[in-house]
């Protein structure tokens, strides 16, 4: 009897094995079926020329994704400025910090559903927040109603003027980002800080270090592989998103970059440019792809192929950049 039973489980193991082998090598059949199909469709358009033009509306064959590729990197590099910080700080204070209070576990179960919201979520919000509600801040706004002359609001910061509201600037669309990707980032730290094991924490302070130097020189470099792995990944969420970009008001036309940068030396040879480009209208690859996509010439449909080669080859790029990062620091670990 016992005999049956056990052949009787080794069958249905067998058959549950053959179903999961299944699911596997269908999902890579057809990736690789669309992966085939993108690469056929913009295999004529991928050229130096298509990384270095703008993109243009009456000859596909000249259209280029120059202020795209521009306007995504002004957005990653604000989103990661932004966000890495707030989030692994709100993540060391939550795991090394907080008591195990009814705020506390409110925070917990509020990132655990904040992680699933969908991206347009943050696009309204981003939209309500960052484009529109400052703007009753702004001195302009109170001169406005009071005199009826329509006045741009300013304040004053660094030395900079800076219009509020903020508008469909880079800025604006760098936070709506950091929003969307803030949970996935303090998430993916908390479980790199808990998986630091607590012997290392409790040597240090036996030996005589205080809270924060065990922090800063034991857990964090311990959990640097794990923080930079969530880090990355949730940045390359954040680089292929169009539904919150569309929201806050990316241009899905635009010959121009961000402050009119279009080389990388520009950056340092003009330094007041580089200031004023988060100040900028700007779009990005994935808002040009999707008005590609849209365009009725069949020309387009090539270009946008072209355009999500690129975006796929610069998240893989991300993706590899995490895998080293975390295979390298883990090589490093000594305990």
Known sequence: MSSSLYSNSQTRGRWFEYVCLLATWSALFFLAVLLTVILWQGRGNLSMSF????????????????????????????????SVPVGIGAAIYLEEYSTDSWIARIIQVNLSNLAGVPSIVYGILGLTVFVRMFGIFAKGAIIERMTGNQV??????????????????????ALTLSLLVLPV????????VRAVPGSIRHAALALGATKWQTIVTLVLPAAMPGI???VILSLS????????????????????????????????????????APFDEYT???IMVYSWAKQAQREYQGIASAGIIVLVTVLLTMNGLAIYIRNRSQQHLRW
């Open 185 to 192: 980032i303090i998430v993916a730290t908390q479980e790199a």
């Open 152 to 173: 741009e609001g300013l304040f004053f910061a660094f030395g900079l003027n800076v219009p509020l509201p903020l508008g469909t600037t880079v800025i604006s669309g």
């Open 237 to 276: 969420r954040a680089i292929g998103e169009t539904a919150p970009l569309i929201m806050v008001g990316a241009s899905t036309f635009l010959r121009a970059t961000p402050a009119d940068i279009e080389y990388p030396h520009e950056l340092v040879t003009k330094p007041r440019a580089t200031i004023n």
């Open 51 to 82: 990384l270095s033009n703008f993109d243009d509306r009456l000859s596909p064959e000249k259209a280029g994704m120059l202020a795209g590729l521009w306007g995504s990197f002004w957005l990653m590099i604000l989103t990661f400025l932004i």
């Open 228 to 230: 930079m792995t969530g």
């Open 284 to 286: 990005a690859m994935p």
